[in-house]
């Protein structure tokens, strides 16, 4: 279960601490502040699949999850940044399948989701997803993506953005091209400000998630291997 306390945001975590963590296989708080949900036990069940090494955590259909504090997220205007989990979403129909989304600025929304027809139901990302050409795509598809245990990461470097699916830097296609020239994207004009949403979850499928991190700093500039069970 957890703990719906308020924390407050360490300047500087300490080395291999991220500033926002929970392990749900666990039941443990892994970051430097301690994590708060609404609801503030999301729902939680034993998976039949475990080749990502975790044998239970979120299980959530039509239940959108959100997590604080947002006072501990301020960082993320200025500073380089990590956000990676483990995820596996059942099969769904065509539409938008978003695992995170973080609100600031008035209304503004970055997702990493799995896109709708328009986008070719490709999975991408948004530092602003209303306006098109800040969408960035993969070459994975809800077909390929689905069914499956996979790691994600999305990493923001002095205003660059890099995005990791299963440990490889993804090349990029923007908005609905099919041309994916790029894996370094200029997000510099895109302030994360005024943070007040922090949501998992959303959209009508059933996902499932382990463990999620969320670092100050760039944790990834090659590609990896992720690790099974526990990310740290």
């Known amino acids: 279960m957890l703990e719906a306390l308020l924390g407050s945001k360490k300047s500087s975590p300490p080395a291999g601490t991220p ?10 708080n ?16 034993n998976y039949g699949d475990q080749s990502a090494g975790y044998s239970s955590g979120l299980d959530v259909t039509n239940s959108m999850v959100s997590f604080g504090p947002i006072s501990a997220m301020s960082f993320m205007e200025k500073d380089d940044f990590t956000l990676e989990f483990w995820i596996y979403i059942d099969p769904g129909s065509a ?12 209304g503004k929304t970055f997702p990493i989701r799995l896109a709708d027809g328009g986008y070719g139901n490709r999975l991408q990302f948004s530092f602003w997803a209303a306006q098109s050409n800040n969408n960035w795509a993969t070459q994975w598809t809800r077909s390929t993506f689905q069914s499956g245990w996979h790691h994600v990461a999305l990493v923001r470097e002095k205003g660059i953005a ?19 020239t790029t894996s370094d994207v200029d997000v510099s004009g895109l ?12 959209g ?11 670092w100050s700093g760039a944790r990834y500039n090659a590609n990896f291997t992720p690790p099974k069970g526990s990310i740290v």
Do not use: C
């Open 95 to 106: 539409g938008y399948s978003s695992f995170f989304q973080i609100t600031y600025d008035g």
């Open 162 to 180: 890099r995005f990791y699916v299963d440990g490889v830097k993804q090349m990029l296609a923007q908005n609905t091209s099919t041309s994916y």
């Open 191 to 202: 302030v994360l400000k005024s943070i007040t949403r922090f949501d998992f979850a959303i």
């Open 19 to 28: 500033v926002l963590g929970y392990n749900f296989n666990k039941g443990i």
């Open 30 to 45: 892994t970051g430097a502040v301690q994590l708060t949900s609404n609801p503030a036990s999301p729902n939680k069940s």
């Open 204 to 214: 009508n499928w059933r996902y499932y998630m382990p463990e999620f991190m969320l």
